[in-house]
């Protein structure tokens, strides 16, 4: 069992000489959880926090455009330089990083007109090819006064088409070239008639040869000179991109070591724009890890006797509700950790449920997908995701972690239920078949939710103690109260399931009744043992049917938490079944037992790992979150992040 790492709030008078330095400590420290104390500035015109928001916006903008420039020149970030410990005066760099960028800009477009010269000249050589053999000259098919020309590529299947729909046009269709599939031809006519022709020419999908205007002769000639052109193009070209490998490798150290003093001016500028201001002293409020109090403190008074600090313990009690809470699961339960946070982060008097979900989340995933082949096909995946060897997964590491444990988890209740791939004649099961003892594990299933629920009351009872939250404590629907009818109801379940039970009847019943109306008065109840008034809000009538509605909620709550643990059993059972009918289908396709047979086995299979697995996966993190966690996990705790003035690589 795993709690939030104990905080003390500590708050830091620093002399404004000292200010960058004792900033630089808190944030080298790794573990100051800075607090926006601006609202204590009391003095104007003396370089207020407005003043390092201001710098922070500056020091912000040059960083984008530096950025810019970079990716432009294909510079990487680099490393942080050592020396980042004070404020670069950004309208002092402002001049050389704007040079950098003018002089980036102007070869970076004089290379993309050139690219784009080349390209076209390029497409044109594409498009004289075709007809490169052709005796014409391509000058004397440019603006004609009187005739009108097109010289392009058709479809063969179209020519005849384009020369019917030409039959009362007087127009020439020649053809130039053909093989197999597409023909050239030259389509001429009177100007009159240049509109009719240019729509029968697109409906035959002819397309026209877009020739340069600059060159004169036969396409052979015009070609050559084409290429002649490129290559002169294509040394312009490599010159530019000479001179920009030039300025990456004369600019790349300096822009680099720009770029991070403008981020590491921006940050230690936010976190000064979020300090209150005394006149000539700065206020620094925030969160620290209690075992790093010491260390920080000792580092602090090194550097002035003048620095005052203050520490405060934190309780974990509701008033508290704004401590940051650092989570520290190592190893494998940082994986879980992540499945926690997706739902909620705890509150700082809140158990951490990360242990608990690491326990019972593989435990019901293996229970319900209890195979020893698609477990060993699970882990499988889940370490091929672990060892982030396929770039677009990277960022499933974590996830990873948790399909190899379940994985493994269901290799476990493979043997248990003696199934591999669907099969159950390879092994002997070492405990049950689902399929032949479905009322048993159904049953099972019911009381491991039992079981769990239970553990979840006693979370919520011991949060509620741990906060001095009595009311809650006593009458909540997760307190005691709520605990004690749970299990005066299953008392009353087993009295009526189990003859000969040794509990005498009337004790469920006595405590079903007491603890009922507990949980059906614990708003009146909390209020008087808190000492808060009134007892009842908004009338007696309204007040009545409200406590009624709840118990009634807190009933059906219980039963409906109880019987959800159902799907583990039937999940089970469905795995199993699913399996068979794999092969039942398997055999009506190929009864010989042929490949096909094997094939559609596979593929079932596949199927089976893909979907089912999505779908136990969802029904496992249901129960989790909406029956376990429901008993005693609140969620909406404040995160943890440390400040930081020297960023890391990537951020």
């Not at 936010?270 to 260390?295: C, E, F, Q, S």
């Not at 596979?602 to 999505?614: D, K, R, S, W, Y």
Request: proline fraction near 5%; charge should be neutral; include cysteine.
């Amino acid at each position: 069992m795993f709690y939030p790492e104990p905080m003390t709030q500590i708050e830091i008078v620093v002399p404004e000489q000292h200010v960058l330095a004792a900033t630089n400590v808190v944030a080298e420290s790794g573990m100051f959880h800075q607090v926006d104390a601006s609202y204590l500035s009391s003095e104007t015109g003396l370089g207020t926090t407005e003043d390092w928001s201001k710098k922070s916006t500056a020091a912000a903008a040059l960083e984008r455009r530096l950025l810019a420039v970079m990716k432009t020149l294909g510079i990487k970030e680099g490393s942080p330089p050592a020396d980042l410990a004070s404020m670069t005066d950004v309208e002092a760099v402002q001049p050389m990083a704007e040079r950098l960028e003018q002089q980036v800009e102007g070869v970076i477009e004089d290379l993309a007109d050139e690219q784009k010269k080349l390209e076209k000249l390029q497409n044109y050589v594409r498009q004289l090819e075709p007809i490169a053999d052709v005796g014409i000259q391509v000058g004397a098919l440019r603006n004609p006064r009187y005739v009108f020309s097109v010289l392009g590529i058709i479809p063969v299947e179209h020519v005849q088409r384009l020369r019917t729909s030409l039959e009362h046009i007087p127009a020439v269709l020649l053809p130039l070239r053909q093989d197999s599939r597409r023909a050239v031809v030259v389509l001429s006519g009177t100007q009159q008639h240049a509109d009719i022709l240019e729509r029968a020419a697109r409906s035959a999908y002819l397309s026209p040869l877009n020739l340069p205007d600059d060159y004169q002769g036969t396409p052979r000639e015009v070609i050559a000179a084409l290429r002649t052109d490129i290559e002169h193009m294509q040394t312009q070209i490599a010159d530019q991109k000479g001179v920009i490998a030039e300025l990456r490798e004369s600019r790349g150290e300096q822009l680099q070591t720009l770029l991070w003093r403008a981020r590491a001016s921006r940050m230690l500028a936010d976190a000064l724009a979020r300090y209150g201001r005394l006149r000539y002293m700065y206020v620094i409020v925030g969160w620290v890890p209690t075992r790093g109090l010491d260390a920080l403190t000792s580092r602090l008074r090194h550097i002035s006797g003048e620095i005052l600090i203050e520490a405060i313990p934190s309780t974990r009690g509701r008033a508290d509700t704004n401590v940051p809470v650092a989570l520290r699961n190592p190893g494998i339960l940082h994986a879980f950790q992540r499945l926690v946070t997706i739902y909620g982060r705890p509150r700082y008097e809140e158990v951490d449920p990360t242990l608990f979900l690491a326990l019972t989340f593989p435990l019901l995933f293996g229970a319900m997908f209890g195979d020893v082949g698609h477990g060993l096909v699970l882990a499988l995946l889940g370490e091929l995701l672990v060892s982030r060897k396929v770039s677009r997964l990277r960022g499933l590491a974590d996830l990873g972690v948790v399909v190899t444990i379940c994985g493994v988890v269901s290799i476990g209740f493979g043997f248990l239920y003696g199934s591999v791939f669907g099969m159950e004649d390879l092994l002997p099961a070492l405990w049950i078949r689902p399929m032949e003892n479905i009322m048993l594990i159904l049953s099972l299933a019911i009381g491991a939710g039992v079981v769990l629920l239970t553990l979840g009351f006693l979370t919520g009872i011991l949060n509620a103690w741990l906060a001095r939250d009595w009311g809650r404590l006593l009458f909540g629907h997760t307190g005691i109260a709520g605990l004690l009818l749970y299990w005066s109801l299953i008392g009353l379940a087993a009295g009526l399931l189990i003859p000969g039970l040794p509990v005498p009847h009337l004790v469920p019943v006595l405590l079903a009744a007491v603890s009922g109306l507990a949980v059906m008065f614990s708003d009146l109840l909390t209020r008087l043992v808190e000492g808060r008034r009134p007892l009842i809000e908004g009338g007696l009538a309204t007040y009545a049917v409200q406590v009624v509605f709840e118990l009634f909620e807190a009933l059906i709550s219980l039963l409906s938490n109880s019987l959800s643990y159902v799907r583990v059993g039937a999940f089970a059972v469905a795995h199993a079944g699913l399996s068979a009918v794999i092969f039942i289908l398997a055999a009506m396709v190929s009864p010989a037992r042929g490949v096909v047979y094997w094939v559609v086995v596979a593929l079932g299979n596949l199927f089976v790992i893909g979907f089912e697995g999505m779908i136990v996966g969802i029904q496992t993190l249901r129960l989790e979150y909406y029956e376990f966690f429901s008993k005693f996990f609140t969620g909406g705790g404040a995160r943890y992040v440390p400040l930081a003035t020297l960023p890391k690589i990537g951020e």
